[in-house]
């Protein structure tokens, strides 16, 4: 069998936050990145990454090419479908490609060279990496290359509080009730403080939610994006050059990227959060990061980046320059 290629393939499903956290791994690693966006055809599809017998033929047949020799040296997976190709790469490579995948593949972690999964998962072997919450490609070169980017948000009045709005899951709803609960600290807050409000919706987000907020404080200065039809997506800018961020309590992605930029972080979770949250957010809240939506929060906190730690854990044990 040949030498595998010098490069690192990042396989993932078409969700926005597994190709983020891969592709943050992936470029940290030393090799060139082949991003590869496949999703598995059913039946491997309802059962991945348990089922891999015939997993070539989960790969739509125009596609097949794309997963073949010769082989990357490294391949980064993120989410339960890229993990039924991650596994079976290690297969069908012989041991040449040395495999990663990142979230918990709810198998055996020995079916891969190194697993990533957030500490809250509970996951543990001498193959898994914990980091506190998501990887992510935000540091100091990030938000400098972001503020260049958005210039103009800068001329918005101090502080700048950047609001995220995920979407409702299992156990958080983001209901009216909620929304107006929100709605009324938000309004607080900015009485309190003033400045201006940079709101961004995600796919996720129901457009009641997005809609209310931006009827609710259309004469407060800001922005408010909720869409392609708003023009370019501001959100690199918005973490650039927030003073303050609050960030609704339903996505660790969001609640981890916000917290690697360094200034304070807020969320509104009235209500019992489901187990795995609750832990995360126990986490952050007992490291300093994160507080409560009224909370008085310093004007700085230490960032949350651990990605670059990650990939040079990653580096080590696969023996990468």
């Known amino acids: 069998m040949s030498a595998p290629r010098e490069e690192c393939w990042v396989i993932t499903d078409a969700a926005a936050g597994n190709q983020r956290q891969a592709l943050a791994l992936a470029e940290r690693l030393g090799l ?12 491997w599809a309802w059962l991945a990454p348990r089922l891999v017998l015939g997993a070539e033929l989960a790969v739509p047949p125009d596609e097949r ?28 490579s012989g041991g040449l490609c040395r495999t990663v995948q990142i979230l918990d593949p709810r198998v055996d972690p020995k079916h891969w060279d190194l697993i990533v999964a957030p500490r809250h998962d509970g996951l543990a072997g ?16 990030w938000l400098a290359d972001a503020r260049d980017a958005w210039p103009r948000l800068a001329d918005l009045p101090e502080p700048r509080v950047g609001v995220l709005l995920g979407g409702p899951r299992h156990g958080i709803p983001l209901d009216e009730a909620w929304t107006r609960a929100f709605i009324g600290g938000l309004r607080a807050v900015h009485e309190r403080d003033g400045g201006s409000l940079l709101v961004l919706a995600s ?9 209310a907020l931006r009827t609710a404080f259309s004469a407060t200065p800001g922005v408010h994006w909720r869409g392609e039809a708003d023009g370019p997506n501001p959100y690199p800018g918005v973490l650039a050059w927030a003073d303050r961020l609050v960030v609704t309590p339903d996505s660790v992605n969001m609640l981890s990227e916000a917290c690697a930029v360094g200034c304070p972080v807020h969320t509104f979770a009235p209500a019992p959060l489901p187990d795995k949250l609750a832990r995360f957010h126990q986490a952050l809240r007992d490291g300093g990061l994160l507080h409560d939506l009224r909370a008085d929060a310093p004007t700085r906190q230490p960032p949350l980046r651990e990605t670059e730690r990650i990939a040079a854990t990653v580096r080590r044990r696969l023996g990468l320059r």
């Open 32 to 43: 060139p990145v082949r991003p590869l966006v496949i999703a598995p055809r059913g039946p």
């Open 65 to 92: 090419a794309r997963l073949a020799p010769p082989w990357p040296r490294v391949a980064v997976g993120c989410g339960r479908a890229a993990a039924l190709f991650t596994r079976a790469l290690r297969m069908w």
């Open 126 to 141: 001498p193959n898994v990496l914990t980091p506190a919450g998501s990887l992510n490609p935000i540091d100091d070169e």
């Open 203 to 211: 796919r996720r987000t129901p457009p009641s939610l997005a809609a």
